[in-house]
Nanobody
Framework: QVQLVESGGGLVQAGGSLRLSCAAS????????MGWFRQAPGKEREFVAA????????FYADSVKGRFTISRDNAKNMALLQMNSLKPEDTAVYYC???????????????WGQGTQVTVSS
């Protein structure tokens, strides 16, 4: 089992950057693929990015490709999401999630953090 805590959200102007962190506790963090999802008010939770257990492969939603970068540090039990060139439509609560297998589907992930708010002003 793994517990996840996100941090790093906040208010930023369009074009700015934020880096989200996801700290994991529990054993064997490197046994889990990690995903980032987001949910805007009135919308369904959507896939943002995911990274394999080793960090060797990454996947992105088309809407963030080229602007966001997912990474992980298995020695520190951390997953990161670097967000650049932020747009107002990136405004949402961002969640990190963990599961044995990588997926773009939120239903595939067993473990979730509490979320961190990202607000991008125009």
């Amino acid at each position: 089992q793994v517990q996840l805590v996100e941090s790093g959200g906040g208010l930023v102007q369009a074009g700015g950057s934020l880096r989200l962190s996801c700290a994991a506790s529990g054993r064997y963090f490197s046994n889990y693929a990690m995903g980032w999802f987001r949910q805007a008010p009135g919308k369904e939770r959507e896939f943002v990015a995911a990274i394999t257990r080793s960090g060797g492969s990454t996947f992105y939603a088309d809407s963030v490709k080229g602007r966001f970068t997912i990474s992980r540090d298995n020695a520190k039990n951390m997953a990161l999401l670097q967000m650049n060139s932020l747009k107002p439509e990136d405004t949402a609560v961002y969640y990190c999630a963990a599961d044995r297998d990588i997926s773009r589907r939120s239903s595939s992930y067993d473990y979730w953090g509490q979320g961190t708010q990202v607000t991008v002003s125009s």
